[in-house]
């Protein structure tokens, strides 16, 4: 499974961006889709999941500004993020959780996308 991310940029405080990211290869084998983040100097968070029925979860951070969505169709995951703050500036990284041939659970990250903040 590969996974594309796009839609980062800079954005001022309380603005809104939308990601998405984009999957190919075995998309059949795959169960939970998501989204991590990472911040200079700080490790990689959870930002938001979402399974193959779409249930969702969210960091408390983000909880009432964020909303994960599923094409499962298309393949495709994306995030709206509203009301933007400082903190939120990072590198967005897509994530799938896939099953191999072998019925192993695999996950594939994206290259990352910089979403950037401006107070």
């Known amino acids: 499974v590969q996974l594309v991310e796009s839609g980062g940029g800079l954005v001022q405080t309380g603005g809104s961006l939308r990601l998405s990211c984009a999957a190919s290869?075995?998309?059949?084998?795959?169960?939970?889709m998501g989204w991590y983040r990472q911040a200079p100097g700080k490790q990689r968070e959870l930002v938001a999941a979402i399974t193959l029925s779409r249930r969702t979860n969210y960091a408390d951070s983000v909880k009432g500004r964020f909303t994960i969505s599923r094409d499962n169709a298309k393949n495709m995951i994306s995030l709206q993020m509203n009301s933007l703050k400082p903190e939120d500036t990072a590198v967005y990284y897509c994530?799938?959780?896939?099953?191999?041939?072998?019925?192993?659970?695999?996950?594939?990250w994206g290259q990352g996308t910089l979403v950037t903040v401006s107070s």
């Open positions: 290869g075995n998309t059949g084998s795959i169960n939970v």
């Open positions: 994530n799938a959780y896939y099953y191999s041939d072998s019925h192993q659970l695999l996950d594939a």
